[in-house]
């Protein structure tokens, strides 16, 4: 019987050993005062100081300064809008024709003709811009008319040349109308030979619609209409009188 006891005792002595091994689950699983900490008992004196909590303000992203923006805050700002540097270039086709008068005889140039221009400034305010404009319409191979007289496919061209300002307005959804008041020149060429008229005045008015490709690209179509007025080279010279419409393509950067 005593055997039994002594056997009793050292089993239980091992599974109390054993649990102590294991920690505490709890305080009362701790002797006295004494608290669980972490799976251990300890004196309630001796237990750690919880760990100091971050401040939210030491991870808080610094506040956005008053008044500053990032570049592309500005580069947004701009975007679709009339700003700035301007350059519009176009290429088209349409007619021409000229025509003057002297001694009762009358003369008619005209034909297809193909046009080119090219325009560079800047904005005085945004949907109003200022730039120098270039521009020409030719005609090859133009028809020639004189007193009922015709004659097709001349072996020839006749050019307008002209520059000058140019004013362009937009309006609703992108559409927008440019005046150019221009000095002009007119030039005949034929048989390896030219002439110029001398310089005079011009005007070409023109209406057209964009399509923003890119965040300054706008691709477009335009009609224009255009004049000139000027008078031939030499004594007593006839003015000869010019009238064109072309239509075109345009790409304009804003």
Known sequence: MKTIVWILSGLIALATAARGEEGCGKDIECKGERICVQRQCVDPETRPPPPPEEHASLNAPPAPIAGASSPMAQLDAT??????????????????????????????????????????????????????????????EP???????????????????????????????????????????????????????????????????????GDHWGLGVVAHLSTSFNKDSGSNAPTWSSWSGTIAFTATYN
């Open 79 to 140: 975007r679709h809008r009339h700003l700035g540097f301007f350059i519009r270039p176009d290429l088209g086709v349409g007619y021409l024709s000229t025509k003057a008068s002297q001694g009762g005889v009358d003369a008619t140039v005209l034909g297809a003709a193909g046009t080119f221009g090219l325009a560079a400034g800047g904005a005085l305010a945004e949907n109003s811009i200022l730039a120098f404009h270039i521009w020409d319409v030719v005609v090859s």
């Open 143 to 213: 028809t020639f008319k004189s007193n009922g007289t015709t004659v097709n496919n001349t072996d020839g061209k006749v050019s307008l040349f002209a520059l000058g300002p140019e004013y362009t307005g937009y309006f609703g959804e992108n559409y927008y109308f440019s005046v150019s008041p221009s000095l002009t020149r007119v030039r005949f060429e034929a048989n390896g030979q030219s002439s110029d008229t001398n310089v005079g005045f011009g005007l070409r008015g023109a209406i057209g619609k964009e399509w923003w490709a």
